[in-house]
């Protein structure tokens, strides 16, 4: 029953017109999560490292990328500590500051719009407003179904072809409006 | 007419990034092979009598950095080499042309610059969000581990050197060395009082030698080649090539490498193919937001660490931000401001407190407060104050686009 739902809801997201919020809030959200992808268990992740404090951002990127959420949970933060021999409060301060990690759940697609200088210049401004529009949601915020996570960054270091976004670990130059809009109707099948 | 000349650049576009054999028919690792015929401090001394400066921002002299690593704490155990591959200032991104195109090159700089200060152990801080460049160097170090340039006695020579490389999470202030440091160490990226001195006190409090990749990437070249070699390139005071990374409203927006002493007008029409449209030129925000504006008075000044310097502009990163006639100089001073907010980690009170009453009296003066002349003299005194009396370096270049971009611009920044 339920993988049938499932399988009706996902062809409505895949609707290219469709609008993640508009169907989303209807369906709940346990439904629509994606499939955790090859994921390793918290203990396979952490024997890849030396338990030595200075592989603790090494670590949190590693736990953070394995999980389908794209965050780090109380459980991971507590074994990191664990792991180190730390205590978990100091761990947590580390994930709380730097800002690629998140504490929260995320979406499956992380996008990181810049809004550094000469983004603003080549009209990012833009290309924020139309993410916010199409996907219903504002900088920080995840679409209910956790496909898209949008968040703001400075200088992505791809200036020459400004304005720039991230989508995970790949780079979109020269936006406009017909070019954000093909590659996120191409991120909503995928 | 200038040309580009490419030096440290010469590879890119020319080898495949991904294969060491393409890098060493390319007469790679031949400055690592003599370096290692020679002594360490013959090394050192050759960096220095090359004359190479920091290309991270603050041009320091190599040659005395390493010479301070190498000498200080004799009885030390271990000694470091940090590269600095954090590289996260607005509108630079020469770093990342390197790492992606030539990873061999700054990792090879690395190895000589190891031995020549007898580090047997270095991390390269890289930035977490620069996957290609992660991916590139990842390759690049096993593939030089395979080839026994990296490692137990790297090609016979009895020396060991070990890299790491280490990723970074998204903190801008984690580019200062210092905060590098700390981050290095599985800390949150707070910065440490100076001195003492990575030279002194580096990572795990072991003297440490922080260079930037485009600094490491010039040693190979000065080595293999030698020191009269590199002296013929740039000017007196400020010796060799640098690499410029132009963006805004020209043709040809990207990444130049130049004699030192080329000026901005030959960058942006020589180089950059022009403005776009033929428009006007308005200004130019050079050194990212830790940079300063100028106007079109500085087009034809030589860009040298030192000329810049005197004439009130800064060389920075290398980064070129180029606006047309129309844009706002208002909107990007801004902006810069905006950055330093939300980079502030807010442990000192006159930066965390100064950069978000910047950014307020940023907004007011376009909201009809009556008398904006006072106000823009107050907040270009604030960030002096700011300057004088914060922790780190990032307290202190908020004054830098504010107080240039008062100075060329006073009028559009007070109208609305
Ligand atoms: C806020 C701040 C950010 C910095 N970011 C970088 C950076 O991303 N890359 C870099 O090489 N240097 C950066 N620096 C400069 C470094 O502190 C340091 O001067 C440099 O790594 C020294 O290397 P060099 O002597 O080879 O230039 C930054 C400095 C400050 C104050
Ligand atoms: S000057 Fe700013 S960034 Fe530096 S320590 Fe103080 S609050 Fe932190
Ligand atoms: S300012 Fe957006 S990529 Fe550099």
Same mark, same amino acid.
């Given at each position: 029953?339920?993988?049938?739902?499932?399988?009706?809801?996902?062809?409505?997201?895949?609707?290219?017109?469709?609008?993640?919020?508009?169907?989303?809030?209807?369906?709940?959200?346990?439904? &629509?999560?994606p499939?955790?992808?090859?994921? =390793?268990s918290? +203990? @396979?992740?952490l024997?890849?490292? /030396?338990?030595?404090?200075?592989?603790?951002?090494?670590i949190?990127?590693?736990?953070?990328?394995?999980?389908?959420?794209?965050?780090?949970?109380?459980?991971?933060?507590?074994?990191?500590a664990?792991?180190?021999?730390?205590?978990?409060?100091?761990?947590?301060?580390?994930?709380?500051?730097?800002?690629?990690?998140?504490?929260?759940?995320r979406?499956?697609?992380?996008?990181r719009? &810049?809004?550094?200088?000469?983004?603003?210049l =080549?009209?990012? +401004? @833009?290309?924020?407003?139309?993410? /916010?529009?199409?996907?219903?949601?504002?900088?920080g915020?995840?679409?209910?179904?956790?496909r898209?996570?949008?968040?703001?960054?400075?200088?992505?270091?791809?200036?020459?072809?400004?304005?720039?976004?991230?989508?995970?670990?790949?780079?979109?130059?020269?936006?406009?409006?017909?070019?954000?809009?093909?590659?996120?109707?191409?991120?909503?099948?995928? | 007419?200038?040309?580009?000349?490419?030096?440290?650049?010469?590879?890119?576009?020319?080898i495949?990034?991904?294969?060491?054999?393409?890098?060493?028919?390319?007469?790679?690792?031949?400055?690592?092979?003599?370096a290692?015929?020679?002594?360490?401090?013959?090394i050192?001394d050759?960096?220095?009598?090359?004359?190479?400066?920091?290309?991270?921002?603050?041009?320091?002299?190599?040659?005395?950095?390493?010479?301070?690593?190498?000498?200080?704490?004799?009885?030390?155990?271990q000694?470091?080499?940090?590269?600095?591959?954090?590289e996260?200032?607005?509108?630079t991104?020469k770093?990342?042309?390197?790492?992606?195109?030539?990873?061999?090159?700054?990792?090879?700089?690395?190895?000589?610059?190891?031995?020549?200060?007898?580090?047997?152990?270095?991390?390269?801080?890289?930035?977490g969000?620069?996957?290609?460049?992660i991916?590139?160097?990842?390759?690049?170090?096993?593939?030089?581990y395979?080839?026994?340039?990296?490692?137990?006695?790297?090609?016979?020579?009895?020396?060991?050197?070990?890299?790491?490389?280490?990723?970074?999470?998204?903190?801008?202030l984690?580019?200062?060395?210092?905060?590098?440091?700390?981050?290095?160490?599985?800390?949150r990226?707070?910065?440490?009082?100076?001195?003492?001195?990575?030279?002194e006190?580096?990572?795990?409090?072991?003297?440490t030698?922080?260079?930037?990749?485009?600094?490491?990437?010039?040693?190979?070249?000065?080595?293999?080649?030698?020191?009269?070699?590199?002296l013929?390139?740039?000017?007196?005071?400020s010796?060799?090539?640098?690499?410029?990374?132009?963006?805004?409203?020209?043709?040809?927006?990207?990444?130049?490498?130049?004699?030192?002493?080329?000026?901005?007008?030959?960058?942006?029409?020589?180089?950059?193919?022009?403005m776009?449209?033929?428009?006007?030129?308005?200004?130019?925000?050079?050194?990212?937001?830790?940079?300063?504006?100028?106007?079109?008075?500085?087009?034809?000044?030589?860009m040298?660490y030192?000329?810049?310097?005197?004439?009130?502009?800064?060389?920075?990163?290398?980064?070129?931000?180029?606006?047309?006639?129309?844009d706002?100089?208002?909107?990007?001073?801004?902006?810069?401001?905006?950055?330093?907010k939300?980079?502030s980690?807010?442990?000192?009170v006159?930066?965390?407190?100064?950069?978000?009453?910047?950014?307020?009296?940023?907004?007011?003066?376009?909201?009809?407060?009556?008398?904006k002349?006072?106000?823009?003299?107050?907040?270009?005194?604030?960030?002096?104050?700011?300057a004088?009396?914060s922790?780190?370096?990032?307290?202190?270049?908020?004054?830098?686009?504010?107080?240039?971009?008062?100075?060329?611009?006073?009028?559009?920044l007070?109208?609305?």
């Open positions: 029953m339920a993988a049938v739902f499932h399988c009706i809801i996902q062809i409505f997201i895949t609707f290219p017109n469709a609008k993640e919020t508009a169907l989303c809030t209807v369906i709940p959200v346990r439904f &629509c999560k499939n955790p992808y090859g994921n =390793m918290t +203990k @396979e992740i024997d890849k490292f /030396e338990a030595r404090q200075d592989n603790l951002l090494m949190l990127h590693a736990l953070q990328d394995n999980h389908p959420q794209n965050y780090l949970t109380e459980e991971a933060l507590s074994d990191a664990k792991y180190l021999k730390l205590t978990k409060s100091s761990v947590y301060g580390v994930a709380k500051y730097y800002s690629m990690f998140s504490l929260k759940p979406g499956k697609y992380i996008i719009v &810049c809004v550094s200088p000469v983004c603003e =080549m009209k990012g +401004k @833009e290309v924020l407003a139309q993410l /916010e529009e199409t996907l219903g949601i504002i900088a915020e995840t679409t209910p179904c956790g898209f996570s949008l968040e703001i960054a400075e200088c992505l270091g791809q200036c020459q072809e400004a304005p720039s976004m991230m989508i995970n670990d790949k780079v979109f130059n020269h936006l406009d409006s017909k070019k954000v809009n093909e590659v996120i109707s191409k991120y909503r099948h995928k | 007419m200038i040309q580009e000349t490419r030096i440290t650049l010469k590879n890119v576009g020319n495949n990034p991904e294969s060491i054999d393409d890098y060493l028919a390319a007469e790679g690792y031949q400055g690592l092979k003599k290692l015929t020679m002594e360490p401090f013959s050192i050759e960096v220095m009598d090359a004359g190479l400066r920091g290309r991270g921002g603050a041009g320091f002299s190599t040659g005395t950095k390493k010479k301070f690593t190498s000498r200080s704490c004799q009885s030390c155990p000694r470091y080499v940090v590269v600095n591959a954090d996260g200032e607005p509108g991104f770093d990342r042309i390197i790492m992606e195109n030539d990873p061999h090159l700054y990792i090879e700089g690395t190895i000589i610059a190891a031995y020549s200060i007898n580090a047997t152990k270095g991390f390269i801080y890289l930035r969000e620069y996957y290609d460049a991916r590139m160097t990842r390759k690049a170090i096993a593939d030089a395979a080839k026994g340039y990296l490692g137990k006695n790297i090609l016979g020579s009895g020396f060991d050197f070990d890299l790491e490389l280490k990723l970074g999470a998204g903190s801008y984690c580019g200062e060395e210092l905060t590098m440091l700390e981050s290095l160490e599985g800390k990226g707070y910065p440490r009082i100076k001195p003492p001195f990575p030279a006190k580096g990572v795990f409090n072991a003297p030698l922080v260079n930037n990749v485009e600094t490491l990437s010039t040693i190979p070249l000065i080595i293999a080649k030698g020191k009269e070699w590199y013929q390139f740039g000017t007196e005071r010796r060799g090539t640098k690499i410029f990374t132009i963006s805004g409203k020209v043709k040809k927006p990207g990444f130049y490498e130049v004699q030192m002493g080329a000026t901005l007008r030959q960058l942006i029409w020589d180089l950059a193919g022009g776009i449209g033929d428009k006007p030129f308005k200004a130019a925000l050079m050194g990212g937001a830790a940079g300063t504006f100028v106007d079109e008075s500085m087009l034809d000044e030589r040298t030192d000329n810049l310097k005197e004439k009130g502009a800064t060389l920075g990163s290398g980064a070129v931000i180029v606006l047309e006639e129309g706002s100089v208002y909107d990007m001073l801004y902006n810069c401001l905006r950055f330093f939300h980079e980690c807010g442990k000192c006159p930066c965390r407190v100064g950069t978000t009453m910047l950014v307020k009296e940023t907004e007011m003066l376009r909201k009809g407060v009556r008398d002349k006072t106000l823009l003299d107050q907040m270009v005194k604030e960030a002096g104050l700011m004088s009396s922790l780190c370096p990032l307290g202190q270049s908020p004054i830098l686009p504010l107080k240039s971009a008062a100075r060329y611009f006073t009028s559009e007070m109208g609305g």
